[in-house]
Structures are given as C-alpha cells and as structure tokens.
C-alpha cells in the first residue's frame, strides 16, 4: 500500500483544514488508516484512526468535537476534517495504514505517507 498525504497549509486559530490520504496498490478496503502528527521537537503521536469498513472510529482526547476522520473506499481516500484549529495543532501529519484492525499504537502500522505540514497561527 502506498499512501500519499496532502491537504496541509497555513491557518488560523479557528479555522477549518482536511486532510486527504490518498492509497494505491493492494485492496485499500482491507486496511484501517491512522493519522498521526508530530510537531517540532516532540514524538510522533495518534490523532485519529477508522477502521478497514469505515463502521469504526476514535480519536486523541485532544482532538476529539474537533476532527472527523472518514472514508470513501470506492476512491481509496481518507480524510481528515479539522475544525476550530488551535496553535497546538501545528505539526506534520501522517496517515499510516495496517491490516484490518486499527489501534493507536503507532510502531503497529505497516505503511506510511510522507506527512503534510499544517501551521496554525494563532
């Protein structure tokens, strides 16, 4: 699976960003999708993840009323809505995908994407 993230960009606090992670290669349907961000000077850590259905859903705490994660299989895409961005939400995002089953464990995922810099400014 080959993954592309895009959608990164300049924003305010307040403001509204989605996130596309575009896949290629083998059956997309069959993997769950995580994002993951990591910001300067800090680990990598979980935001979002769905499951290979799109029926199955969670997010960090810190995220949580204010992202949505979804899927479309029959475009291989997931996304990222990002409402009412905050400062803290400055950093490089990452979708990763693994067979079947999601978890917020980031070392559990088979496949990355190059990541996608968002900056909020606040």
């Known amino acids: 699976v080959q993954l592309q993230a895009s959608g990164g960009g300049l924003a305010q606090a307040g403001d509204s960003l989605r996130l596309s992670c575009a896949a290629s290669?083998?059956?997309?349907?069959?993997?769950?999708v995580g994002w993951f961000r990591q910001a300067p000077g800090k680990e990598r850590e979980f935001v979002a993840a769905?499951?290979?259905?799109?029926?199955?859903?969670t997010s960090a705490d810190s995220v949580k009323g204010r992202f949505t994660i979804s899927r479309d299989n029959a475009k291989n895409t997931v996304s990222l809505q990002m409402n009412s961005l905050k400062a803290e939400d400055t950093a490089v995002y990452y979708c990763a995908a693994k067979y079947l089953v999601y978890t917020t464990t980031l070392s559990l995922y088979e496949y990355w994407g190059q990541g996608t810099l968002v900056t909020v400014s606040s």
């Open positions: 769905i499951s290979w259905s799109g029926g199955a859903t």
């Open positions: 290669g083998r059956t997309f349907s069959s993997y769950a």
